[in-house]
């Protein structure tokens, strides 16, 4: 996708070096550009590991917040999203601020009753929460499906921009 490499190249010449870090994903769509950087993980931690790489990722957060604030600003005027931050460190991704977006839906009787069911089990304090709940877990366990349907709907992004153009 061609605004995708746009987007990462105008990254690579925005991110200061002096942060040490690398432009692990970027994820967008109509509002939104997730911008998650990896930061380089610990070592010879003694106690929690995931506990040791959070910290990192909690200190590169507080000591970078005015610059990403400014690129974030500086690529919203320039790409029309606005551009959030995550941050990886080994196995630990968190992300900054970023959008949720209500989205509605019409759902029948068996549908909202397993949302309900969500609910009533205090999985979920509400229908809105229980279907966020629902999409997560189909994320989680059909992770490399998602991943190859995304690859294939990219593909066919960049065909269909190879293609002839109408005037």
């Known amino acids: 996708m061609a605004e995708r ?3 990462r190249g105008w ?3 925005r991110i200061p070096a002096d942060w040490g870090v690398s432009l692990e994903g970027l994820d967008l769509d109509d509002h939104e550009v997730l911008i998650t950087v990896g930061l380089n993980d610990v070592e010879n931690v003694e106690g929690d590991l995931d506990v040791a790489r959070l910290g990192r990722i909690q200190r590169f957060r507080e000591e970078t917040r005015e610059p990403r604030i400014r690129i974030a600003q500086e690529a919203q005027r320039k790409f029309g999203r606005v551009f959030s931050w995550a941050a990886q460190c080994g196995q630990v991704r968190q992300l900054f601020t970023h959008l949720a977006l209500p989205v509605m839906t019409r759902l029948r009787l068996a549908e909202r009753e397993v ?14 929460h229980a279907l966020a709940w629902c999409v997560a877990l189909v994320r989680q366990h059909q992770s490399e499906w998602f991943k190859e349907l995304k690859q294939a709907m990219e593909g066919v992004a960049k065909v269909r921009a190879q293609g002839p153009k109408l005037n």
Request: proline share 0%; glycine share 10%; charged share 30%.
């Open 5 to 7: 490499e746009e987007i």
């Open 11 to 13: 990254l690579a010449g």
């Open 115 to 128: 949302l309900d069911a969500l609910v009533d089990a205090g999985i979920a304090r509400s229908r809105a």
